[in-house]
């Protein structure tokens, strides 16, 4: 008699056993054929017709192994309360869903996207920025500058005469982009004849055509959904369609050695009172019974599949000053800057025909930076380009052309190659 048989003849609960494909045991020493009543993969009209009815350890203690295991020790075992129930491994393959062949019961590596093309406007919009400074003003900005200044020689100021005046604005691009990753794995959960999604249609949604939106935009945050048509009902890998494993306390006896008499059944002359003399005690977790309901399936023998979605949802950003001056950008950072346009949309064009070259190139760069990112879609996306004015002021002192910087709009200057300073000698700087 088979284990099988002899498991469906002995316990209440079970089917009768009936011809069908064999399924494999999934503990190490078996690896015997069984038969399991019903087809391993149903269809949603029958799936969703009955209630599947878990099998349950019978009532009351017993006073015998129910079901007798092959492999289960000849003599009762020391009771280990701390006793860890064995991890049950797939060993049946899993019906293939159609778009989801690479998806397993493991997370699996981001999808990739689908290449959507850059959109270019030329049609942008941008603020007009202060008028750079002139020539006077520049040198009159620069006297009041050096005034402040005991290190600085006055009389130089007067005989400097600014030549050439040069603009040239210092810019911060900031790029934000509301990503979507999505990733699949395949889970499963005890089959009690709920309603599951229509297995007649053979074809899922494509990953990336299953609607999962987003809570909000711009916050990092995951949201999972089920794949829809990628159920699939299967035997239950962790008792092979019984409802029932072994008890991992006794290893399947029923008993385990009485601790008062180490399973001798003899305490001193007499017999142990713990055990009445038998040397082994009712197992506490299967009540004698040698099984335990399956943890796996709960006892319903069989397992819903399905593939769910994970999405994660982030924020890319980057950022560049875009800075020709010798003026350090840290000085910089927190002056108040002129907005010249912003923008948000699914997706920004980059700045196209903006006056200064340079911000178009790193526009372009940075918005074809975040569109190659192959795991990543894209839900949203804004950008926004900040001016802070500067000049460049040259004056010809010796022979040699010396420059100095107003910036900001508090018209800061930095002359690092003033004439007559000595700074490092007080308290004041050059800047």
């Known amino acids: 008699m088979t284990l099988e048989t002899h498991q ?106 689908k290449d959507v093309p850059i959109s270019r406007d030329f049609q942008q ?44 604005p210092v810019h911060q691009y900031k790029l934000s982009t509301f990503t979507e990753t999505r990733q699949t794995i395949r889970l499963f959960e005890p089959f009690k004849g709920q309603k599951i999604d229509n297995l007649n249609n053979p074809f899922p949604p494509t990953i990336w055509e299953v609607k999962n939106s987003p809570d909000s935009l711009w916050k990092k945050h995951t949201k999972k959904c089920t794949v829809p048509q990628s159920s699939t009902i299967e035997t239950c890998h962790g008792c092979t369609g019984r409802g029932f494993n072994k008890c991992y306390r006794c290893l399947g006896r029923g008993t385990t050695k009485c601790k008062k008499c180490k399973g001798t059944g003899k305490a001193k002359a007499d017999n142990c009172l713990e055990c009445a003399g038998s040397g082994n005690r009712r197992c506490q977790l299967c009540r004698g019974h040698a099984c335990i309901v399956c943890s796996v399936c709960q006892g319903y023998k069989q397992l819903h599949f399905y593939i769910q979605l994970i999405s994660d949802f982030n924020v890319l950003e980057d950022e560049v000053w875009l800075n020709a001056t010798k003026v350090s950008t840290k000085s910089l950072q927190k002056l108040k800057k002129s907005k010249v346009i912003e923008t948000e949309n699914i997706m920004v064009s980059p700045i196209i025909n903006y006056s200064f070259g340079d911000v178009n190139n790193a526009s372009d760069s940075l918005v074809t930076k975040h569109s190659k990112e192959p795991t990543k879609c894209i839900i949203q996306q804004r950008h926004v380009l900040f001016a802070l004015p500067v000049v460049e002021g040259q004056y010809v002192w010796k022979r040699r052309i010396k420059s100095f910087w107003v910036y900001g709009h508090e018209r800061l200057v930095y002359a690092p190659e003033y004439p007559e300073s000595c700074c490092g000698r007080c308290a004041c700087t050059i800047v």
């Open 125 to 168: 919009k941008f603020q007009e920025l202060p008028a750079p400074l002139s020539k006077a003003d520049a040198h009159g900005v620069l006297k009041d500058h050096v005034s402040h200044k005991c290190c600085y020689g006055k009389r130089v100021i007067n005989d400097l005469e600014v030549d050439k005046v040069i603009n040239v």
């Open 8 to 113: 469906a003849d002995s316990l209440p609960g079970m089917p009768n056993v009936e011809a069908n494909a064999p399924v494999y045991l999934t503990e190490a020493t078996e690896k015997t054929p069984i038969t399991y009543i019903g087809q391993p993969h149903t269809n949603s009209s029958t799936a969703n017709s009955k209630t599947n009815k878990a099998w349950t350890l019978p009532l009351g203690e017993a006073t015998s192994a129910a079901y007798s295991w092959p492999d289960a020790p000849d003599s009762d075992v020391v009771d280990n309360p701390n006793a860890k129930e064995p991890s049950y491994q797939m060993t049946q393959a899993l019906q293939a869903i159609p778009g989801y062949e690479t998806t397993t019961v493991r997370k699996g590596k981001p999808h990739k996207k």
